[in-house]
């Protein structure tokens, strides 16, 4: 089954736009991010500085690519990979009984303890980095598919930015209202 080529360009606008918002935070805040990646105690402290400081550039340069028809495919499983290894190391911490570490994917001014909750979100996201990953239904698109497009990945954006700020403040509400 071929998907319509107007989700798989929404698909990969989405995931470009939310690996790219968060290569900025990384590369704006590169020590907290690195103290973060040593938080999760997934890696030697030697490796640690140099994969903080590869990640977000692998993060940026997959986004770029997602933006390009041709390299797109390979992009969006790049995107899905990242995604995933990303859910693995909150997985290993959670298993590890490890919660109160910051997840690192509130950008540098908001911490966010990992929980259960946000291996959901990151296979949410992983699937829309597969749906992007699909080769879509040939056929031309006009300037209407190409609004709907955008629309569409601002949609599944603003759908994204609410959750991360539900499950940001998730905490602080569930002590205001006493729980």
């Known amino acids: 089954m071929q998907p319509d080529p107007i989700f798989v360009i929404a698909a990969a606008l989405a995931v ?77 911490n959670l298993r590890r009984g490890r919660h109160d570490i910051d997840c690192g994917c509130a950008g ?14 990151n296979a949410a996201l992983v699937g829309l980095a597969l749906l992007a990953s699909l080769v879509p239904h040939g056929r031309e698109l006009g300037g209407f598919d190409g609004f709907v497009a955008i629309a569409a990945s601002a949609a599944a954006l603003l759908l994204h930015a609410t959750a991360e700020g539900l499950l940001a403040n998730g905490p602080r509400l569930l002590k205001l209202i006493g729980r």
């Open 16 to 92: 470009a736009v939310i690996l790219a918002s968060a290569a900025s935070h990384k590369l704006r805040a590169p020590a907290r991010f690195a103290n973060q990646v040593d938080d999760y105690q997934l890696l030697p402290r030697g490796l640690v500085r140099p994969v903080s400081r590869l990640l977000p550039v692998i993060e940026a340069a997959v986004a770029i690519a997602l933006l390009v028809p041709a390299s797109r495919q390979l992009a969006a499983l790049a995107a899905a990979a990242l995604l995933a290894g990303y859910g693995l190391a909150i997985a290993i």
């Open 108 to 121: 540098p001014n908001q911490a966010q303890p990992i929980r259960p909750v946000l291996l959901l979100r």
